[in-house]
């Protein structure tokens, strides 16, 4: 199985400061045979399902605003919010769909400072 | 708008059975992978199973395979979970989620249900 490692666990960042969540594959989810990240970033708000931020590691799902970005490739992958909304206050998970049992990163909780 | 409804949970003894089902609207239903997702409440977020468009390909997590069973009806816009010899552990929110992408078991999920609540406890 793919494990997936956040880091940190939690961060507490000021309002219209920018928010780094790190994520660390097992392995590898490139697709060497289209040249894509099987991965992708989920935001979870207290009591709500988790909705999907980016995919391929980089691709904005439509209507999240582009303060949200992905990057990284192979097993290094980063979430950054460029300037931190009171309404991005949330759990955020990381995701692969690159092999069977799909796997979540522990989750990345981001407070306001 | 595009939308998933779970239902069919509730407390169960160990041992018992479930049947999860989730109505979908709003988009072409047939033309998408669906999934089970589960998640112990505070915790983190746990695959259970997907399903193909036709049904044809479907995969398990370890920990339920052989006691769950994914299906899906495309007349009916429906998934289901039916969910066998239940333990403990398998208490939890379960979300049912669509696909991003047609066809493809790719692009992560791109709209989930709010999830139905299965209790297992004496």
């Known amino acids: 199985d793919i494990v997936l490692t956040q880091s940190p666990d939690s961060l507490a960042v000021s309002l219209g400061e920018r928010a780094t969540i790190n994520c660390k594959s097992s392995?590898?989810?490139?697709?060497?045979?289209?040249?894509?990240?099987?991965f992708a970033w989920y935001q979870q708000k207290p009591g709500q399902p988790p909705k999907l931020l980016i995919y391929?590691?980089?691709t904005r799902e439509s209507g999240v605003p582009d303060r949200f970005s992905g990057s990284g490739s192979g097993t290094d992958f980063t979430l950054t919010i460029s300037s931190l909304q009171a309404e991005d206050v949330a759990i955020y998970y990381c995701?692969?769909?690159?092999?069977?049992?799909?796997?979540f990163g522990q989750g990345t909780k981001v407070e306001i400072k | 708008q595009v939308q998933l409804v779970e239902s069919g949970g509730g407390l169960v003894e160990p041992g018992g059975s479930l049947r999860l089902s989730c109505a979908a609207s709003?988009?072409?239903?047939?033309?998408?992978?669906l999934t089970w997702i589960r998640q112990v409440p505070g915790k983190g977020l746990e695959w259970v199973s997907y399903?193909?468009?036709?049904?044809?390909?479907?995969y398990y997590a370890d920990s339920v395979k052989g006691r769950f069973t994914i299906s899906r009806d495309n007349a009916r816009n429906s998934l289901y979970l039916q969910m066998n010899s239940l333990r403990a552990e398998d208490t939890a929110l379960y979300y049912c989620?669509?696909?991003?992408?047609?066809?493809?078991?790719?692009?992560?999920?791109?709209?989930w249900g709010q999830g139905t609540t299965v209790t297992v406890s004496s």
């Open positions: 709003g988009f072409t239903f047939s033309d998408y992978y």
């Open positions: 995701h692969q769909y690159y092999s069977i049992p799909w796997t």
């Open positions: 989620a669509k696909g991003n992408i047609a066809s493809l078991p790719s692009g992560g999920m791109d709209v």
């Open positions: 392995q590898s989810v490139l697709y060497s045979s289209n040249n894509k990240n099987y």
């Open positions: 391929w590691a980089s």
């Open positions: 399903i193909s468009v036709s049904g044809t390909n479907i």
